[in-house]
């Protein structure tokens, strides 16, 4: 029998005959039959997506919220009330929302899948002491499997062997720098840091190497990554849990004036039991929001289209709120916050130091010294370092003056080419005309990479690695063009650069040299790096993207606290954290280990101060977003490895990166970017405050609009039917349905208003329906537009002889007076509209026809209303008819004064916008 759960402290730090005992296997693997029966217990290596929601679940729950079945009884109430047609163009609206809404959902659900498909297909493994190609999943604990450059880790596996063997964990850490792994224990730094072991989902980058499987399928490290992500619940949105609420307060407020207006129909005005209860049904049928889900849509969907244009691709519509109400960015450093290009920014020689402009893999600066281009012909010294630089080195970079370079190799060995190309060194010029004669590959026990090239008539060995390693081995040191002694002030002299730099975050490669006068074939690997002659170290960093200064001020202007959560030493990730602007000196920077040590009340009082994580391992950003939920933040994560992706998925807004991110980050994000910058996360939660803005609009359209509605009944009521119904129950509903419900979805379309980002998030207990929006739609918006309908309908009765006759009840004048005030209502309509498109600023400052989707409103509702009064069969059905051309002229008129009144006011109030 083998072990089956092997911890990563035994797996790294047992002895290999250790482990293979625990496994049971040998160095030549196990027997194909053997292999059989493991697979039988442990199952393929693959991971197992989660029985999920059936697809008619998904769909069905979306027709059963409660807008919805508010919006299905209206539309049987429209039908018992007889107008089958209304009934039927509210049940399409619910139609159309709920399908939406299923498409959105079924297409976003795949970042398991995303995890299934990054495992490789094939593995080279010994079976019956034979090595075979085998698909992985077929692959076993005990197994014993080959690698080499470009492979995938089917497991996580000990190394039994290894040959400068190089891995890409980005995957896992997020940082892109490769791994040193060797067959010798070394602990590292962080998670995933140990020098023997390899994990599933990671790829080898250089060198060979053989290992024993001791984890495969769901209990790799990389499959517990894939079940965070599948266990992850889906947080409801705030917009979801506001609309949620409103959607009840409209429902309790429609049923309240429903009952009430049917209580006073048959105890006031005495009307038949049945009468008032269709009367009634066409209130509260009135007073239901059929145009909110189309608006938030609408408002959802243009934002989503505006995000595009600023480099943001939202998956799920919901996400655009929420982005308006993120007060935490937990963003990782690499690639967002910076460039992911590595840069040589200084080169430090022993009698000077030199400057380097430009940043990323192009060749857009110069080598300077004091500000002064340099010409190597001048620096002898200097052209050596770069042609170390050039010839010892693997790596190529695709690039030109202007676009974004390519690197086929290793960020570091990238920023070396760029830096030499910078001083008009071309790598691949040189390495034709100074041919390598032989290598030694790094490897992390010497930490150091040599090779040996033609020099025209004579053979040099260039060495490059880690400042002590290299002048280690040195004893000369370039100084000028003078070979002399190297000095004990010399070393100290180089190190204290070194340090100086590293306090910053920065890294540095110590370059030396000497001519090699040995027989090659038979230089051994420590007589060739020995008495080497010192040249200089070249300092390199992964800058900071330029924009993203301005971006981390605006969201300290509006109040979004930004926590670095990076897979990076906590000395660079302080470093960078400062230079940006997202933290001060007093900064507490707490590594994956110290996280692992606190408790979740210790944890939370540390995020309430100046914080970064470094050396985060991905249950770690996982915890730190949900502890922050738990504080009742709402939280974006950025992201662009497989570690990502659970935290991704947890947050309230998952952003993951589209340039650099992995497919399993994209999956499980909510918003995808397109360019990778940090800048178009602060532009997305710009348009995301545009929207809540935008739906709080059209509420207040809307409710001003019932108030027109409402009032010519509430006057039948009250004077017991002596003023007969200036507007009828089909009138009401043609004003619900067909008049206001265009230029209201225009108010969705509004840009963000200048400011939007000079205050603090939404409070969470701030609602759509607030007092300032109540307010303005029934004390003042609603109860102009209540006064010029209800004055038109006087009005007509009155050029027919009221008051010295009775006001009409039926006939002609009766559908002359109500169309007037159904005319006078959607003509205030279109100066509520205009109203409505700020809270503060002048809609002459905006722009009268800016808005093109609400004027297209305006123009179809006159259109409609045309209709009812010159179609005859519509006149029959709503009981219209023609107006004379004083009316005309009166609603011509009638919105100017109403505009005019609310701008003053909006004047007096906030000031000159």
């Given at each position: 029998?083998f072990k089956h759960k092997i911890d990563l402290k ?83 609206v619910n139609i159309i929302n709920g399908g939406f ?388 002030s010399d070393r100290v002299t180089a190190k204290d ?417």
């Amino acid at each position: 029998m083998f072990k089956h759960k092997i911890d990563l402290k035994s797996a790294s730090q047992d002895t290999i005959n250790a482990l293979i005992d625990d496994l049971n296997t040998t160095t030549r693997g196990i027997s194909s039959a053997e292999a059989a029966a493991r697979l039988e217990q442990t199952g393929l290596n693959e991971i197992q997506q989660a029985v999920g929601e059936s697809q008619f679940k998904m769909l069905m729950k979306n027709f059963i919220s409660l807008m919805a079945i508010l919006l299905w009884v209206g539309g049987i109430i429209a039908i018992l009330a007889g107008m089958t047609e209304l009934g039927l163009a509210i049940w399409a609206v619910n139609i159309i929302n709920g399908g939406f809404s299923f498409w959105q959902e079924r297409s976003a659900q795949r970042a398991t899948s995303a995890l299934k498909k990054m495992l490789p297909t094939y593995v080279h493994v010994y079976r019956d002491d034979k090595l075979i190609k085998l698909e992985a999943r077929d692959l076993v604990p005990g197994d014993v499997f080959n690698l080499q450059a470009g492979d995938s880790v089917s497991a996580d596996a000990r190394l039994i062997t290894a040959t400068s063997l190089e891995v890409d964990q980005s995957s896992l850490t997020g940082e892109t720098v490769p791994e040193d792994k060797q067959v010798t224990f070394i602990p590292g730094e962080g998670k995933y840091s140990e020098s023997n072991l390899i994990y599933a989902g990671t790829t080898v980058g250089a060198g060979t190497a053989t290992a024993v499987a001791f984890r495969t399928g769901k209990q790799t490290e990389f499959g517990q990554i894939a079940e965070l992500t599948e266990n992850s619940k889906e947080e409801v949105t705030p917009l979801q849990q506001e609309l949620d609420r409103l959607t009840k307060q409209l429902s309790m407020i429609a049923i309240a004036i429903g009952i009430l207006f049917f209580i006073l129909a048959v105890t006031i005005v005495h009307y038949p039991v049945a009468k008032s209860f269709i009367f009634a049904l066409g209130m509260i049928v009135a007073f239901i929001p059929e145009g909110l889900l189309p608006t938030v849509t609408l408002s959802l969907a243009q934002g989503v289209q505006r995000m595009a244009k600023r480099h943001a691709l939202v998956k799920n519509l919901n996400s655009v709120e929420t982005l308006g109400e993120t007060t935490v960015i937990c963003s990782d450093k690499t690639g967002t916050l910076t460039q992911n290009q590595m840069t040589v920014t200084n080169i430090i020689l022993p009698n000077r130091e030199f400057e380097v402009t430009g940043r990323g893999y192009v060749n857009n600066g110069k080598v300077q010294f004091n500000g002064a281009d340099v010409e190597l012909t001048a620096q002898p010294q200097l052209d050596k370092l770069l042609q170390i630089a050039a010839l010892d080195n693997d790596t190529r970079v695709q690039t030109d003056d202007k676009s974004v370079g390519k690197i086929l190799g290793t960020p570091t060995e990238a920023a070396l080419i760029v830096v030499a190309k910078k001083a008009g060194i071309s790598a691949d010029e040189l390495s034709h005309q100074y041919r390598r004669l032989k290598e030694y590959t790094f490897d992390s026990s010497r930490k150091r990479m040599s090779t040996i090239n033609q020099i025209d008539s004579k053979k040099e060995i260039f060495t490059k690695g880690g400042l002590d390693e290299v002048i280690g081995q040195c004893d000369f040191v370039l100084d000028g063009d003078t070979i002399r002694p190297i000095q004990d002030s010399d070393r100290v002299t180089a190190k204290d650069a070194e340090k100086k730099y590293a306090a910053q975050g920065l890294r540095s490669l110590a370059m030396a040299y000497r001519e090699v006068t040995e027989d090659i074939d038979n230089l051994q690997m420590d007589q060739a790096e020995a008495k080497l002659i010192y040249v200089g170290q070249a300092v390199m960093m992964d800058p900071p993207r330029p924009e993203v200064f301005d971006a981390i001020k605006k969201c300290k202007t509006a109040q979004i606290r930004i926590i670095m959560v990076t897979g990076d030493s906590a000395l660079t990730a302080k470093s960078i954290g400062q230079t940006i602007g997202i933290v001060g000196d007093g900064v507490r920077v707490i590594t994956g280990d110290e996280l692992d040590a606190m408790s979740d009340d210790e944890l939370k009082v540390a995020v309430k101060q100046e914080v970064i994580f470094a050396r985060v391992a991905p249950e770690h950003k996982f915890r730190i977003v949900s502890t922050f939920q738990t504080m009742g933040e709402v939280v974006a994560s950025t992201g662009d490895g497989v570690n990502d992706a659970p935290a991704l998925k947890k947050a309230d807004i998952g952003v993951a990166m589209g340039v650099t991110g992995t497919d399993v980050a994209k999956d499980a994000a909510d918003m995808i970017l397109t360019d990778d910058n940090f800048v178009s996360i602060v532009s997305a939660i710009e348009e995301g405050r545009a929207v809540y803005s935008n739906i709080q609009k059209f509420l207040l359209y809307i409710l001003t609009s019932n108030v027109g509605e409402a009032m010519p009944s509430v006057l039948f009521l009250l004077s017991r039917g002596l003023i007969p119904l200036p507007l009828t129950v089909m009138q009401i509903l043609t004003i619900d349905i067909g008049t206001d419900m265009l230029p209201a979805l225009g108010l969705g379309s509004e840009k963000p208003e200048p400011g939007i980002m000079n205050k603090a998030p939404r409070n969470p207990k701030d609602h759509l329906m607030s007092k300032n929006v109540l307010w303005r739609a029934f004390g003042w918006y609603g109860m102009i537009g209540a006064a010029v309908s209800i004055g038109g309908y006087f009005w007509i009765n009155h050029l027919h002889g009221w008051p010295d006759v009775s006001l009409a009840a039926a006939g002609p004048v009766y559908a002359e007076a109500t169309t007037m005030t159904l005319a006078a209502i959607i003509f205030s309509q279109i100066a509520s509209v205009m109203n409505s498109r700020s809270q503060k600023a002048s809609v002459f400052k905006l722009g009268v026809l800016s808005n093109h989707k609400i004027n297209f409103g305006i123009l179809v509702e006159i259109l409609i209303l045309l209709m009812l009064m010159y179609v005859a069969p519509l006149r029959e059905v709503f009981g219209t008819t023609t107006l004379q051309w004083q009316a005309w002229l009166y609603l011509i008129v009638l919105p100017i004064p109403i505009v005019l009144i609310e701008n003053l006011r909006k004047r007096i109030a906030y000031g000159k916008r």
